[in-house]
């Protein structure tokens, strides 16, 4: 990766500053927004699962909303921490016009990188715990 295809670690903290943020703000109104695009979110992550270097992200954003969607469906139980963070990470990936916006080649998607991965460690026991409900093998996603 060249010096143009990375974030600063300033950049970095910055968005997992706004990431943190924004969970606060986030209901289950918003999460039935974001339950309401999952087709748009297929959608834009459908040409990443054929580009190796972005394969594993574009699963990770299909198992955020997997588990998103059980747990609305009350199908399992989460912690409203967990879905909040959940619903805010999946609310910046479909915002085109986030801090590095997407339709810039490659590094457009380093942003939503860096906020799904903050998710990620945030909700690991759940996620864990929701992979064995599921039969899921975490290594597929790259975790």
């Not at 864990?128 to 093998?137: E, I, N, T």
Request: net charge negative; aromatic share 10%.
């Amino acid at each position: 990766m060249s010096d143009m295809e990375e974030l600063t670690p300033v950049q970095v903290r910055t968005i997992e500053s706004a990431y943190a943020g924004s969970m606060d703000d986030v209901d289950r109104e918003d999460a039935s927004h974001v339950l309401a695009k999952e087709a748009k979110a297929r959608k834009k992550v459908e040409p990443l699962l054929s580009e190796d270097r972005w394969v594993h992200f574009g699963r990770q954003i299909l198992l955020l909303f997997g588990m998103l969607k059980a747990w609305w469906r009350d199908e399992f139980e989460l912690p409203w921490k967990c879905a909040a963070a959940i619903t805010a990470a999946l609310l910046y990936f479909l915002n085109p016009f986030d801090i590095v916006p997407d339709f810039i080649p490659v590094v457009g998607y380093l942003d939503d990188a860096v906020v799904v991965g903050a998710c990620l460690k945030l909700i690991q026991v759940d996620l864990r715990a929701y992979a064995a409900s599921k039969g899921l093998d975490l290594t597929d996603y790259g975790l």
